[in-house]
C-alpha cells in the first residue's frame, strides 16, 4: 500500500468518527434521554472497551485469561473510591466513620488511576500466574478474581472499601458522548499497539510459542506486557461501567461477567477490534432491547400468547448464542478487521446481485 | 485434640461438602481427560438436578422421584453433548469451550424463567434429612452417609475404567484421541458414557448437596462447580483419585475457615490454595507430567 493510498484511509476512518459523534449528538438533541437507544449506547461502548481489552490478551497474544471482571472491580473501586465528593462521605460510608480516604481527585485523572490500580495488580498477579499454560492459566485467573472480589467485601478494609455495602453519589455521566470518548480513546490505543512491533511480537507469540522464542522474542516480557495493558484497559472499562451504574457493589463482579464478555469476543471474532466492538453493541442492544417484548404478556385479542414471561427473552437470547457458536465458529468478523474495503466488498456484492437478477428478469 | 472436638460440626460438615464435591469433580476431570474441556456447564447440570427434584418430588411419591430425578440429569447430560459439544468435534478447542459457556447460561436463564427467579424450596428427602449427633456434634444423617457413599461410588467406577471393556476404551481414548480412532474404539459411544457417568454423579451429588440447603435457586450450581473443578485441578486433573483427594481437602479447609468466623474468606482461601499448587506443581498433586514436544 503506498503513502498516498495510506493517507487517503486515515482520512476516511477520521471522517467516519467524526461523522458517528455528530451523529450521536443529534440523537441526543431530539431524543429523550431515557431512550432504550442510549442505554445500549452507553453499555455497548463501555462493554467494547472490555472486551477489546479481553481481545487483546485471548485473541492476539493467545493467553486465555477469565479475570477480567476481576480488573473491571478494580477499576470501578478505585475510581469510586477517590470521586465521591467529601460532603457525601459520611452517609455513603455510613458504618466506617466517613471512610479514611479523605480527598477527591478529578474525573480523568480518578479514570486513569483506576487503570493503573488495575495493571499493578495485574502486575503482581502475572509473575506467578503467566508461566501456566491454556487451562490451566484461565482457572488460576479466574481464581484470582474471586479472591479480589472477596478481598474488597472484607469488613477490614471497610474504611475504604466501604465493605460489602454500596458505593455511591460519585460523579458519573449523563451523556452518551462521553463513554464513547473514552471507549474510543482507548481502543485506539490498543489498536495503535496491536499494529506496533510488540503488537507484531503478541501475535508471533499466539501462533507458535517456541518459533516465537527462537525468533529471539522475550515471552514472559511481552505476555507480562500484554497482560498489564489489557488489565489497564479492563480498569478503565471497569470504572466507566461504575459511572454508568451510579452505584457499584463487589458482589456483581461474578465470574458469569468474565464469561459474559468472553462470549461478546468470540461472537465477534477472536482477533478482531471491530468484531468486539461491533458484536458487543450487537449483544447489549439484543440482550437488553430488540428481544424485551418477550419479557410481556401479550395478548392477541382474547388470545394469551404462549410462553410469553418475565425471563423468556433470556432464554431467546441463550439459543441465539448457542446458534451463533456452533454455526459461526469464527464469529462475526473472523480474524478480519471491519475498513472501508469491507463495505466496498459489501457494495460489489450486492451490485453484482442485483445485477445478476435485473439480467435474468430480461431474459 | 480440643481443636478437633470444638470444631467437630464444621470438619464434619467438610467431610460431607469434601464428598459433594469429590462427585461433580468427577465429572469435570473425565471429560477433561478425554476432551480437554473444561465443562463449564457441568456445574449447571447440577443445579438442574436439584430443580428436578423440587419440582417432580411436589408431584411424585419420592420413590419414584428419585431414580427419575437421576434418569433425566443423565439424559440432560447426554443431549447437551450431543446438541453442543459433538459438532464440535473437530473445531479448535477455544470454541467447544464457548459452547460450554453458552450451554451453562442457557441453563441458568432456562431455570431463571421456569422458576421466575424465585428460590424454590428443596423437598426434605425421607431418613437421610434426619437429626443424628455425632459426640457433641448435631448432623443430618446426609453428613454422615456422603462421604460413605462417595467412597463406594468411586470405588465402583474405578473397578469400571480398570476392568471393563469401556473403560479401557476410555483410558485408551484420553491417552490418544485420533490413534484409538483409528484401532477401531467408537469415540462417540466412550464419550456419551463419559457424559452419563459424570451427569449421573453430578445428580447424586446434587441429592446430597442441596439436602443440606433450604433451597435452590438458577445460579446456585456455579459455586459448587467451580470448587468442584478446583478440586479437579487441584488433584491433579484427569486423575480420578486425585479429584476425591482434591475435593476433600477443600471441603475441609473451607469449612475450617468457615468455623474460624473467615467466612468472607472461604471462597477465596480455595482459589488462593489452587494457585500455590498450581504454581509449585503445575499439572496438580496427581496429575502426569506433559512434555510439549517441538
Known amino acids: ?363 | 485434640m480440643e481443636f478437633i472436638s470444638s470444631n467437630l460440626q464444621y470438619i464434619l460438615t467438610g467431610i460431607s461438602v469434601g464428598g459433594q464435591y469429590a462427585l461433580i469433580a468427577i465429572g469435570y476431570t473425565m471429560v477433561y481427560g478425554i476432551l480437554r474441556l473444561i465443562n463449564f456447564a457441568h456445574g449447571d447440570i447440577f443445579m438442574a438436578a436439584g430443580f428436578m427434584m423440587v419440582y417432580l418430588s411436589a408431584t411424585l411419591p419420592m420413590y419414584i422421584a428419585l431414580p427419575l430425578v437421576v434418569l433425566i440429569t443423565v439424559l440432560l447430560g447426554f443431549v447437551v453433548e450431543r446438541v453442543a459439544y459433538k459438532p464440535l468435534r473437530n473445531a479448535p478447542r477455544m470454541s467447544i469451550m464457548i459452547s460450554a459457556i453458552g450451554v451453562s447460561y442457557f441453563l441458568q436463564n432456562l431455570a431463571w424463567y421456569v422458576t421466575s427467579g424465585l428460590a424454590k424450596q428443596y423437598p426434605a428427602i425421607p431418613w437421610i434429612s434426619d437429626s443424628i449427633s455425632i459426640g457433641p456434634a448435631t448432623t443430618k444423617i446426609v453428613t454422615v452417609i456422603t462421604p460413605l457413599l462417595t467412597i463406594v461410588l468411586v470405588t465402583a467406577l474405578v473397578l469400571l475404567i480398570k476392568h471393563t471393556k469401556i473403560g479401557m476404551a476410555m483410558r485408551a481414548v484420553s491417552r490418544d484421541f485420533e490413534t484409538s480412532q483409528c484401532m477401531g474404539i467408537k469415540i462417540n459411544f466412550v464419550i456419551s458414557i463419559t457424559f452419563i457417568i459424570g451427569s449421573f454423579l453430578a445428580a447424586v451429588g446434587s441429592l446430597l448437596y442441596f439436602s443440606n440447603y433450604p433451597t435452590v435457586t438458577p445460579i446456585s450450581g456455579a459455586m459448587p462447580g467451580l470448587k468442584a473443578f478446583v478440586a479437579a485441578v487441584f488433584g491433579g486433573i484427569g486423575s480420578i483419585p486425585g479429584a476425591v483427594v482434591g475435593a476433600f481437602i477443600i471441603g475441609i479447609c473451607e469449612n475450617i475457615i468457615k468455623g474460624l468466623g473467615w467466612t468472607t474468606f472461604s471462597d477465596a482461601f480455595t482459589f488462593a490454595l489452587l494457585i500455590i499448587i498450581l504454581v509449585a506443581k503445575p499439572t496438580g498433586l496427581f496429575g502426569e507430567k506433559m512434555t510439549d514436544k517441538v
Not at chain 1, 62 to 77: E, K, P, R, T
Not at chain 1, 124 to 135: E, W, Y
Open chain 1, 1 to 363: 500500500m503506498d503513502k498516498l493510498q495510506k493517507r487517503k484511509k486515515l482520512i476516511i476512518t477520521a471522517a467516519a468518527l467524526a461523522a458517528l459523534f455528530i451523529i450521536l449528538w443529534v440523537l441526543e438533541q431530539i431524543l429523550p434521554a431515557n431512550a432504550m437507544l442510549f442505554v445500549v449506547l452507553k453499555k455497548g461502548a463501555i462493554y467494547a472497551l472490555v472486551a477489546v481489552s479481553m481481545n487483546l490478551l485471548n485473541g492476539f497474544t493467545g493467553l486465555f485469561s477469565l479475570g477480567q471482571a476481576g480488573f473491571m472491580l478494580i477499576g470501578a473501586y478505585t475510581y469510586a473510591i477517590f470521586t465521591i465528593p467529601l460532603e457525601y462521605h459520611d452517609s455513603v460510608y455510613q458504618y466506617f466513620n466517613g471512610g479514611i480516604i479523605k480527598f477527591t481527585v478529578p474525573v480523568f485523572a480518578a479514570l486513569i488511576m483506576a487503570g493503573a490500580a488495575a495493571a499493578i495488580f495485574a502486575y503482581l498477579i502475572g509473575l506467578p500466574v503467566l508461566r501456566l499454560k491454556s487451562d490451566y492459566l484461565a482457572i488460576a485467573t479466574l481464581g484470582f478474581a474471586e479472591i479480589i472480589r472477596a478481598f474488597f467485601q472484607w469488613d477490614a478494609l471497610g474504611p475504604v472499601t466501604n465493605g460489602s455495602n454500596l458505593l455511591r453519589q460519585y460523579p458519573s455521566f449523563t451523556s452518551v458522548l462521553f463513554p464513547f470518548a473514552v471507549a474510543g480513546v482507548c481502543i485506539l490505543l490498543i489498536v495503535l499497539l496491536i499494529n506496533s512491533s510488540y503488537g507484531r511480537a503478541f501475535k508471533a507469540i499466539r501462533d507458535d510459542e517456541i518459533a516465537a522464542e527462537a525468533m529471539g522474542i522475550n515471552l514472559a516480557k511481552h505476555k507480562q506486557l500484554s497482560f498489564t495493558i489489557s488489565s489497564f484497559f479492563a480498569g478503565v472499562g471497569g470504572a466507566l461501567l461504575a459511572m454508568y451504574q451510579t452505584t457499584v457493589q463487589a458482589n456483581a463482579f461474578k465470574s458469569a461477567m468474565t464469561y459474559e464478555i468472553l462470549l461478546i469476543v468470540v461472537i465477534g471474532g477472536l482477533g478482531s477490534v471491530s468484531g468486539s466492538v461491533l458484536s458487543s453493541f450487537l449483544f447489549i442492544a439484543a440482550s437488553e432491547w430488540w428481544l424485551r417484548f418477550l419479557d410481556a404478556d401479550t395478548y392477541i385479542g382474547a388470545f394469551k400468547v404462549p410462553l410469553l414471561a418475565s425471563g423468556f427473552r433470556k432464554v431467546v437470547f441463550s439459543v441465539i448464542i448457542m446458534i451463533v457458536v456452533l454455526f459461526y465458529r469464527n464469529g462475526i468478523m473472523g480474524d478480519k478487521e471491519l475498513s472501508a474495503e469491507t463495505f466496498g466488498g459489501i457494495r460489489r456484492f450486492l451490485r453484482k446481485r442485483l445485477g445478476r437478477r435485473k439480467e435474468e428478469v430480461t431474459k
